[in-house]
């Protein structure tokens, strides 16, 4: 009897010394250092979580498909973000019709947005800008097997798409060809069929948007941009007006571009249009923050 006692007693004495060394060693501790590692780095660093405005229904700009969100916006903004020290699991996105953006700038609703938003003195008033990180142009998508169309003033005659509220296709029929037929729709998707179908002879926005157009695979060999612009706009990371991050977003976006993920990623989002940015103005240099 007293010999089990002292065979309990010494396996008891055991456990607890190599609980000792267990606790004492340096391996789990390397362990635990090790995930928190891991997990600083998949959130980016930062702490929280940053909302950024995009649209969620342009094709090759900025496009939510069910949980997903695709485009170059979309892709430029998790650039920046990642640059500001937010992963991408730390991006909280945010619709942002053109109409809407002021509004959510002002409201705190959004901390950035990259959305196709033309940087305008009048815009300027009330928020802020860092970039532009894009130069488009208005242009004109026709389809593939029209070569009669090169500009906006062989347009005399033939029938225009663009979409209801947007001036660019009333500012053809003012400035460049008077005897323009216009068709509004309620999106340029719907535009788009109207052209396929040969409704229309051609439809109207900025060139990377109707870039993003073409490069749907449903559309893909059977529309083409023309690629000739006849107006210039600045895309801007729209920001508040008390936001103090717009040098840092200008810094990321120069990295960006010069080593080489600006192209990538144009590449990547509407390159199956066989669209290419203008030289001249792209890509450009992001102006200096007031």
Do not use: H
């Not at 130069?135 to 979409?163: F, W």
């Not at 749907?216 to 000739?228: F, H, I, T």
């Not at 940015?277 to 890509?283: G, K, R």
């Amino acid at each position: 009897m007293r010999r089990g006692r002292l065979v309990l007693a010494l396996a008891a004495a055991a456990t607890l010394t190599l609980a000792g060394c267990s606790s004492d060693g340096g391996d789990d501790t390397d362990t635990d250092a090790g995930a928190t590692s891991e997990e600083t780095e998949a959130s980016g660093g930062a702490e929280g979580t940053i909302k950024i405005g995009i649209k969620f229904d342009q094709p090759g700009l900025g496009f939510q498909d069910g949980s997903e969100y695709t485009g170059f916006d979309v892709d430029v903004a998790k650039f920046v973000a990642g640059e500001l020290g937010y992963g991408e699991d730390q991006i909280e996105w945010v619709q942002s019709p053109s109409a809407q953006r002021e509004t959510l700038l002002q409201n705190g609703q959004v901390d950035m947005i990259f959305a196709t938003y033309s940087i305008t003195d009048k815009r300027k008033e009330v928020v802020s800008f860092a970039g532009p990180y894009f130069v488009a142009g208005q242009d004109l998508l026709v389809a593939a097997d029209d070569d009669s169309i090169t500009g906006p003033q062989d347009l005399e005659g033939k029938n225009l798409c663009s979409v209801t509220g947007s001036t660019s296709a009333q500012r053809i029929k003012d400035e460049y060809a008077a005897g323009t037929n216009l068709l509004e729709q309620p999106g340029y998707a719907e535009c788009v069929t109207a052209l396929t179908a040969g409704t229309v002879d051609a439809v109207t926005t900025d060139d990377i948007i109707l870039a993003g157009l073409a490069a749907v695979p449903a559309n893909e060999g059977k529309v083409k941009v023309v690629g000739n612009p006849f107006s210039e706009e600045n895309y801007g990371v729209g920001i508040p007006k008390e936001s103090d991050k717009c040098e840092a977003i200008n810094e990321a976006i120069t990295k960006m571009i010069d080593d080489g993920t600006w192209q990538e990623l144009l590449d990547k989002n509407v390159g199956a249009s066989g669209y290419k940015a203008n030289e001249d103005l792209n890509p450009p240099t992001p102006a200096a923050c007031a």
